[in-house]
């Protein structure tokens, strides 16, 4: 078991605390209509969760990514499409702007986010082979494009887009060869030109504000370039990295709900006098579940600790992601295989909510194919 030292402890307990009075009471109304309460927001932002990322001399807390993934954790468990707005928020928002922004726009701009301003992250793209762009005239950009997939994109008020805002030529064994130069811009969600429409009909996560941005001819303040223009593919996947953390995270909180539930239900439901739990079948499901969900655990923390210390963390937070969204879809899936009929019963039971959410962690934050193709990039390297 990872050894969590005081702080650590504290910040999880903490966490767990806001989400079983704030968030577990209004997980099973918000997954059946489809909609996020804003109210759940605005709680998180009161009690600081929106800002663990955001340095303290900007109104945050300045924990660490091991803190931050705990809090996540706590959060899936209650319901993972608020741990998916706070996380976007946090780990990928808000860490950005605090990591590569210049001075003034992390003055201008972290309070905000810490306090009261929902992010979203824009980088995927409706069409991949028509990239928004975001042509450089004078002092500002002009963007036009659309973006698919956006999480927080129907509630966001400040959004970070990525954009082709030129193009860059190299030359290499004589060649000359051309390629996108990719910046990373912010965005008004209320910018003249920009529209968001929720995408709905998800089968998890479906509380989880998702939305189409459209940018037709949205113009951006040259003032507004986070960082250096060119430099928005790179600080993209140096900021995934951080986001595949907290993606497993979510999925362990997912998993820990389920296995929760079927320890529950296995101890309660009697069959033939006597409880399921005492039938060897259900004994090893529930077995297999908790090792699998312990390994997911400590590899997630692994990875988020090795981010604290300043090391590359590529290839854990790929092992990490990859295996805590495939085991939370496992323990998911035996937890409904406890329950029987009635865990297919929504009314009756939350499993089935966690099996459709923890299907969905294989996917998001890059698939499990991906998160193969990222470790052996690195194990075979050379």
Same mark, same amino acid.
């Given at each position: ?15 767990? %605390? ?241 296995? %929760? ?26 077995? %297999? ?36 969204? %495939? ?56």
């Amino acid at each position: 078991m990872f050894d969590l030292n005081d702080q650590q402890k504290e910040t999880r307990a903490w966490a767990r %605390e806001f989400a079983e009075r704030e968030v577990l009471p209004r997980a099973a109304e918000m997954d059946r209509s489809a909609t996020y309460d804003r109210a759940v927001i605005e709680a998180m932002f009161k009690a600081g969760l929106m800002g663990l990322l955001v340095p303290e001399q900007y109104g945050g807390r300045g924990l660490s990514a091991l803190e931050h993934a705990t809090a996540v954790e706590e959060l899936a468990r209650c319901d993972a499409s608020t741990a998916l707005v706070m996380s976007i928020h946090s780990s990928l928002v808000a860490a950005l702007i605090a990591e590569f922004a210049s001075d003034e726009m992390k003055d201008a701009v972290l309070p905000g986010l810490a306090s009261s301003k929902v992010g979203a992250f824009a980088l995927t793209e409706e069409d991949p082979s028509v990239p928004t762009k975001a042509d450089p005239a004078g002092d500002a950009f002009t963007a036009n494009g659309t973006k698919m997939y956006i999480t927080n994109g129907p509630v966001a008020d400040l959004i970070v887009l990525f954009a082709v805002t030129g193009v860059t030529e190299t030359e290499r064994d004589g060649k000359v060869r051309q390629r996108d130069e990719v910046s990373a811009l912010l965005v008004d969600a209320d910018a003249a030109g920009l529209t968001c429409t929720q995408i709905d009909g998800k089968m998890g996560l479906t509380a989880a504000p998702v939305g189409r941005m459209v940018f037709r001819d949205v113009s951006i303040p040259a003032s507004r370039l986070v960082g250096e223009r060119g430099e928005g593919l790179r600080m993209a996947m140096s900021m995934l990295n951080v986001g595949r953390i907290g993606a497993a995270a979510m999925a362990v909180g997912i998993g820990q709900a389920a296995l %929760e539930a079927a320890r529950s239900y296995a101890t309660t439901r009697v069959t033939g006098g006597r409880p399921i739990a005492k039938f060897q079948a259900v004994q090893l499901m529930v077995a %297999e579940s908790a090792t699998r969900l312990e390994a997911a655990r400590a590899l997630t923390y692994q990875a988020a600790s090795a981010a604290d210390r300043g090391e590359p963390i590529s290839e854990l937070a790929a092992m990490a992601k990859l295996f805590a969204s %495939e085991t939370a879809s496992f323990v998911a899936s035996k937890a409904l295989q406890v329950h029987g009929g009635s865990g297919l019963v929504r009314e009756l039971h939350p499993v089935e909510r966690y099996f459709r959410d923890a299907r969905v962690m294989e996917i998001i934050e890059g698939t499990s194919e991906i998160q193969k193709l990222v470790v052996a990039g690195h194990e075979l390297k050379g």
